[in-house]
Nanobody, 116 residues
């Protein structure tokens, strides 16, 4: 079992920034995949950015150049730095962890609201 705890969400004005954190109960480098997903009201949960076990990152087009993912192995924590936020970034953001055996885990989610 892997426990994931997200934090850092909140209300921010358009153009603002937030940093989300995902603290894992297991190493974040002995993974198959980790990622950030988001789910807007009435919509499906979608991938925002993913990291493979080799460290390669993939961002979806709407966030390229604005969002940046990083990891701190000493803290078993993955971060999502979000800049130039737009109202359409409003969603619940989820941390996803797929271990080296293929088991998948989700955090509880953190709400991000971009509004003036």
């Amino acid at each position: 079992q892997v426990q994931l705890v997200e934090s850092g969400g909140g209300l921010v004005q358009p153009g603002g920034s937030l940093r989300l954190s995902c603290a894992a109960s297991r190493s974040i480098f002995s993974i198959n995949f980790m990622g950030w997903y988001r789910q807007a009201p009435g919509k499906e949960r979608k991938l925002v950015v993913g990291i493979t076990n080799g460290g390669r990152t993939t961002y979806v087009d709407p966030v390229k150049g604005r969002f940046s993912v990083s990891r701190d192995g000493a803290k078993n924590t993955m971060y999502l730095e979000m800049n130039s936020l737009k109202p359409e970034d409003t969603a619940v953001y989820y941390c996803n962890y797929v271990d080296d055996k293929g088991f998948e885990y989700w955090g509880q989610g953190t709400q991000v609201t971009v509004s003036s």
